[in-house]
């Protein structure tokens, strides 16, 4: 995971202002957002493949979604637009701090998932309780964050230390 965070960053950081070719090769056969935001956690993730990968990918998504905002119609363009802009505002450390916050809900809701849904007793209740969970998952990554004072460029031993005092504090609930 902590050279997924650092190649994150490093995109992230560099995205504002140009394009990896191999994300150009990519970029060339978008048709819609979905493509480019399909294509962009692709390439962040180099196309590996198992549960973990998907779970990445997916976290990777709905940090663009999340970044660009929702659109029907938006073109590859607008998404590019739009994800150069919240980059610029808020940089590479915001966008990975909303991709570990989405990233740490995904894995902990997927284990999860089943016993909340047998323990609860309405879809309300459901609900409920995955935004509990999502909060507390966002309260953890953001105290992790704020004690480890995170800053961009991201190295392999800080993404490392990162993703340890996050587990801990997790293990720790």
Not at 57 to 65: A, M
Not at 119 to 139: G, P
Request: contains cysteine.
């Amino acid at each position: 995971m902590a050279r997924t965070i650092v190649r994150i960053d490093e995109w992230a950081t560099a995205f504002p202002t140009k394009n990896p070719k191999k994300y150009e090769d990519l970029r060339k056969r978008a048709y819609d957002s979905a493509d480019v935001i399909r294509f962009i956690s692709d390439y962040l993730t180099d196309c590996d493949i198992g549960l973990e990968s998907d779970i990445v990918r997916k976290s990777l998504q709905e940090t663009i979604f999340y970044s660009v905002g929702t659109g029907v119609d938006l073109e590859h363009v607008d998404v590019e637009d739009r994800l150069r802009r919240f980059l610029r505002l808020r940089g590479a450390t915001g966008f990975l701090r909303r991709f570990l916050c989405l990233h740490v809900f995904n894995i902990v809701w997927f284990q999860t998932v089943d016993s909340f849904r047998e323990s609860s007793r309405s879809q309300t209740a459901f609900m409920s309780e995955m935004e509990r969970v999502e909060q507390l998952c966002r309260q953890v990554v953001d105290s992790v964050w704020k004690s480890q004072k995170v800053q961009s460029p991201m190295h392999l031993t800080g993404a490392q230390e990162l993703v340890l005092r996050i587990v801990q504090r997790l293990q720790g609930l």
